[in-house]
């Protein structure tokens, strides 16, 4: 089965920096979609897929857009525009079931994806975030490596390390983010102490002697707790 993806480019100085490049979410639930600005401007404008959806003037600070209860609708590309170079785009992606669930009819219960990964909102596959695979998504990668056999190499560059500032676009509902151990919006830092998973989003859990991990596998450097297994700790004892 062929699935298609979408991804998209942003001039890498632009002066509105999205703080995110997707936001996935499920029908009903609340958003925001917010650019962060490094100057004053007299006059911005949000498109919605290139059709202007709101005029700003003196914009000052960080700009959003807030959505209370989300619809199909809603989907789609936002950008916050200077001009044609100096522009922060994001893409929402609404699944058509509420959270936990998925099928034509939004009638079946959704496996619990593990670090990061998404289910598909109808045939209720696990998307796992790149960096990770398994049914669940409960195995991660060798640093470096990536694709659904973690059989993908990103090769070092020059001052590069593994697949930093590359950003990586999956089928929807996923969409974009960085590889597991990265963050930032360019992909180029690494994950703060206790996290890990694409875009560092994940929680360090269930380490033996402490709640540290390794950024990029979320490995345990002393093995996991009691009750717990897999490489992150996220499986229960009994749970293959």
Request: aromatic share 10%; glycine share 10%; proline share 5%.
């Amino acid at each position: 089965m062929l699935s298609g993806v979408l991804s998209y480019s942003m001039w890498k100085y632009t002066v509105l920096l999205p703080t995110s490049f997707t936001i996935t979410k499920n029908i009903g639930d609340q958003a925001k979609i917010k650019m962060n600005t490094v100057s004053n401007f007299p006059y911005v404008n949000w498109k919605k897929n290139e059709v202007t959806y709101n005029s700003l003037r003196g914009v000052k600070a960080d700009s959003y857009i807030n959505f209370h209860s989300l619809e199909i609708g809603d989907a789609g590309f936002y950008s916050l525009n200077k001009d044609d170079y100096n522009r922060g785009i994001t893409r929402l992606i609404v699944r058509v079931c509420q959270d936990g669930i998925y099928g034509p009819l939004c009638e079946h219960q959704c496996p619990n994806c593990l670090n990061g990964g998404v289910c598909h909102d109808l045939t209720g596959d696990c998307i796992c975030p790149p960096g990770f695979n398994g049914t669940l998504c409960e195995n991660a990668c060798k640093p470096g490596f990536f694709g659904r056999d973690c059989g993908q190499q990103c090769f070092k560059r020059e001052q590069t390390t593994y697949c930093a500032e590359i950003l990586f676009c999956l089928p929807d509902p996923y969409g974009c983010s960085c590889i597991s151990g990265f963050t930032s919006v360019f992909c180029n830092e690494s994950c703060a102490s206790g996290f890990y998973g694409a875009g560092c989003t994940q929680k360090c859990s269930h380490c033996k002697n402490s709640n540290q991990c390794e950024a990029k596998t979320g490995k345990c450097p002393d093995g996991c707790e009691e009750g717990w297994h897999g490489t992150p700790c996220v499986l229960r004892m009994g749970r293959k």
